[in-house]
Nanobody, 117 residues
Framework: QAQLVESGGGLVQPGGSLRLSCAAS????????VGWYRQAPGKERELVAR???????NYGDTVKGRFTISRDNDKNTVFLQMNMMKPDDTAVYYC???????????WGQGTQVTVSS
């Protein structure tokens, strides 16, 4: 059974950095694209960043140039490096994996990120 465990969330001041991790188990990780999504109170869940099976990346417009997604297939882990953070980055961040066929998708439980002085 697939399991995704996010970590690295917390409180950071504006302009600061955080690094989120998503560790996967129960799946052949290298066959899955991985995305980070976030949801702020009263808002819809939105894509933050995504990395494909062959490590192509795409980012939401609001995080381009500030956030970087990467993956380590040997460790079954994906990372989200968040720099120059803003209060608008405050949200619950979720990890999502999707099999290259599109037939299987899994979500993590989410990790809270709060940007505040």
């Amino acid at each position: 059974q697939a399991q995704l465990v996010e970590s690295g969330g917390g409180l950071v001041q504006p302009g600061g950095s955080l690094r989120l991790s998503c560790a996967a188990s129960g799946i052949t990780f290298r066959l899955y694209a991985v995305g980070w999504y976030r949801q702020a109170p009263g808002k819809e869940r939105e894509l933050v960043a995504r990395i494909s099976v062959d490590s192509n990346t795409n980012y939401g417009d609001t995080v381009k140039g500030r956030f970087t997604i990467s993956r380590d297939n040997d460790k079954n882990t994906v990372f989200l490096q968040m720099n120059m953070m803003k209060p608008d980055d405050t949200a619950v961040y979720y990890c999502n994996v999707e099999h290259w066929s599109g037939q299987l998708k899994y979500w993590g439980q989410g990790t809270q990120v709060t940007v505040s002085s």
